[in-house]
């Protein structure tokens, strides 16, 4: 069947650097991504979405950038802090899925002081 | 403003043992969800609600019932826990299906022996 995945399962990164993060999904009618940010002992907290009319957006320290074409979806952070790190999930809706969210494996964010 | 609240946070069970795990929000959403997630895994969907009175199957349905009797709440119920059912439980609730913003809880930890 059609996933979300994800390329790497854990990014280490010096404190003040940048940091990519990157999702494959292979459901074309997905119209619909959201990104959520999991810290140790907690619920998904919501970060940014996108839907798929777009091929950018961006928040505070975060961006999410779309590429239907190859179905790729990225989470840029600036300046990456100790408090970014994290597992951070991508999600889909729409397709086969209807409403509901399929969501990624997940990569670990680490932040080196 | 408490958001989504879970209890237990944790819970050891045997084998056969049932047990009912509830879910709260005060945001007055429509839509409830209760997600399971294991391992260096992403969340899986077990059961949703779309409003009060009514609920459905998602992708790991078997093992669980559920019931949503007041829109505030949301419970999910192991009828004979089993060893597979080990597991942190999160539930999440969102305004419409149409938003993909759905809002967590702390989770629950469960142990089956």
């Known amino acids: 069947g059609e996933s979300v995945g994800l390329h790497l399962p854990t990014l280490s990164v010096q404190e003040g650097d940048n940091s990519i993060i990157n999702c494959a999904y292979s459901?074309?009618?997905?119209?619909?991504f959201i990104w959520y940010k999991q810290e140790s002992g907690k619920g998904p907290q919501f970060i940014i979405d996108i839907r798929s009319n777009m091929d950018k957006r961006q928040g505070q320290r975060v961006t999410v950038l779309l590429n239907k074409t190859v179905k790729h979806l990225s989470l840029q952070i600036a300046a990456t802090q100790p408090g970014d790190s994290a597992v951070y999930f991508c999600?889909?809706?729409?397709?086969?899925?209807?409403?509901?969210?399929?969501f990624g494996g997940g990569t670990r964010l680490m932040v080196k002081p | 403003n408490a958001g989504v609240t879970q209890t237990p946070k944790f819970r050891v069970l045997k084998t056969g043992q049932s047990m009912t795990l509830l879910c709260a929000q005060d945001m007055n959403h429509e839509y409830m969800y209760w997600y399971r997630q294991d391992p260096g895994m992403g969340l899986r969907l077990i059961h949703y609600?779309?409003?009060?009175?009514?609920?459905a199957k998602g992708e790991v349905p078997d093992g669980y019932n559920v019931s949503r009797l007041k829109k505030q709440n949301f419970l999910l119920g192991l009828e004979s826990a089993a060893p597979s059912q080990t597991s942190v439980y999160f539930c999440?609730?969102?305004?419409?299906?149409?938003?993909?913003?759905?809002?967590f809880g702390p989770g629950t930890r469960l142990l089956v022996l």
């Open positions: 999600a889909e809706k729409g397709g086969d899925a209807g409403n509901m969210l399929t």
């Open positions: 999440a609730s969102s305004y419409s299906g149409e938003s993909g913003t759905q809002y």
């Open positions: 459901n074309s009618a997905s119209d619909y």
């Open positions: 609600s779309v409003g009060e009175g009514t609920t």
